[in-house]
């Protein structure tokens, strides 16, 4: 089945007659015929029906769905795209354990690596995410997983997949990679190659910024490390935001096709203006990393930024964003709507430097009608006035 299908058919109810959707499924307790049949299901405590914790039939509707269209073995649904990355960094870093991070990585992660996981005695090094196969010389004794992001949060740089698991996969170590721009249908990453792949589902699986949702999908070799380690920690997802994320799944093929080409309008159009330095955006030559977007991806999403020249004043730049009338401003991105944030690049990198100037202002692209919202933009602009 193609990648469309997938999205139509998988995770659909079976019953005949019967309707066409798995219902929402709410339970802790699931109630079994036996004794016998109980502790039958306690032995394979970490599939199937059992306790609501681990699932019921409208998760695992989802976590089919996503499996199959990532290439992947099988995935597993968390509560939030944080809590897929807690789950997959603890399943494979110990104390005493080393990992390796992007520079370009999503915020928060960062703030997990250097509090909780540095207090359980686990070490981050963040790396250049344009570091290729030199990656090698961060490897130490004790390294342990290879996470990638890419693009990287605010600032797109493309890694070079591949080149980072060659040798991440000569030396025996683990691979994950947050997959939330691309989602599994522009990047399959497990198939790739990939360990692990995890994904805000908040974002573009769900689509309509209604719910919190993670998605981890493994290959066979490391599934049940991951797994049992979210059975561990206690994740675990409301059957009526899996019902949610899988409604919002079915159409993320042709949502997708509208952010990949209005994200794109956009972006070209900003890249002609004279208040733009540069316009970061996987799909245009000009953003590092571009070459492995186009080898590797099958579609840019609609996040991207933009770099204003530093000739504007910081009250009129926020004047910019504040006066927008179709894009709001907030966190998280991947719904239907646009979005604007002024991104602050030099608090969270470490390992390289970002000299850009200018403000950074990331934008999601949303689906309404890319000449309304290049309307926007350039009134906007009209607000930006010269520093002194
Ligand atoms: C939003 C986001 C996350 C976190 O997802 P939540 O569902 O909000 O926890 C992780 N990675 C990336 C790249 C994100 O944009």
């Known amino acids: 089945m193609r990648k469309d299908t997938i999205l139509a058919h998988s995770g659909r109810a079976k019953e005949r007659p019967g309707p066409i959707n798995v219902p929402v499924y709410r339970a802790s307790t699931v109630a079994f015929e036996s004794v016998e049949a109980t502790e039958r299901a306690t032995r394979s405590r970490f599939d199937g029906l059992y306790y609501g914790r681990f699932g019921t039939p409208t998760t695992f509707a989802l976590e089919e769905t996503v499996a199959r269209l990532e290439g992947g073995y099988r995935a597993i649904a968390v509560s939030s795209g944080l809590a897929a990355i807690t789950a997959t960094m603890t399943a494979f870093a110990k104390s005493g354990d080393h990992i390796l991070v992007p520079d370009s990585v999503y915020g928060p992660v960062r703030h997990l690596c250097d509090t909780v996981l540095d207090g359980l005695g686990i070490t981050t090094t963040?790396?250049?995410?344009?570091?290729?196969?030199?990656?090698?010389?961060?490897?130490?004794?004790?390294?342990?997983?290879?996470?990638?992001?890419?693009?990287?949060?605010?600032?797109?740089?493309?890694?070079?997949?591949?080149?980072?698991?060659?040798?991440?996969?000569?030396?025996?170590?683990?691979?994950?990679?947050d997959n939330t721009w691309a989602t599994p249908y522009y990047f399959a990453a497990v198939a790739a190659g990939v360990d692990v792949s995890v994904h805000s589902g908040t974002k573009y699986i769900g689509g309509h910024s209604d719910l919190l949702l993670g998605m981890i999908v493994t290959n066979e070799a490391v599934y049940?490390?991951?797994?049992?380690?979210?059975?561990?920690?206690?994740?675990?997802?409301?059957?009526?935001?899996?019902?949610?994320?899988?409604?919002?799944?079915?159409t993320l093929a042709v949502r997708l096709e509208r952010h990949n080409a209005s994200g794109l309008a956009v972006a070209r159009w900003l890249a002609g203006r004279p208040e733009v330095a540069r316009v970061l955006h996987p799909a245009l030559p000009s953003n590092p990393g571009h070459e492995f977007w186009k080898r590797d991806f099958s579609g840019a999403s609609g996040?991207?930024?933009?770099?204003l020249k530093p000739d504007f004043t910081d009250e009129s730049v926020r004047a910019f964003i504040d006066g927008l009338e179709l894009f709001s401003i907030g966190y998280s991105w991947g719904g239907y709507e646009s979005l604007a944030l002024l991104a602050h690049v030099e608090r969270l990198r470490t390992a390289t430097k970002w000299s850009e100037p200018g403000a950074v202002i990331r934008l999601h692209i949303g689906l309404e009608d890319p000449q309304d919202l290049i309307a926007d933009l350039e009134a906007g602009f009209g607000r930006l006035r010269p520093r002194a």
């Open 224 to 250: 049940e490390k991951v797994r049992s380690t979210v059975v561990a920690l206690g994740f675990s997802i409301a059957a009526d935001d899996a019902y949610l994320a899988l409604r919002g799944l079915r």
């Open 303 to 307: 996040l991207f930024s933009f770099v």
């Open 126 to 177: 963040y790396y250049d995410p344009l570091i290729g196969a030199r990656i090698e010389e961060l490897f130490r004794p004790n390294t342990r997983l290879l996470y990638m992001e890419s693009p990287g949060s605010l600032t797109f740089e493309v890694q070079d997949v591949p080149a980072l698991l060659a040798v991440a996969r000569e030396h025996g170590i683990a691979t994950a990679i």
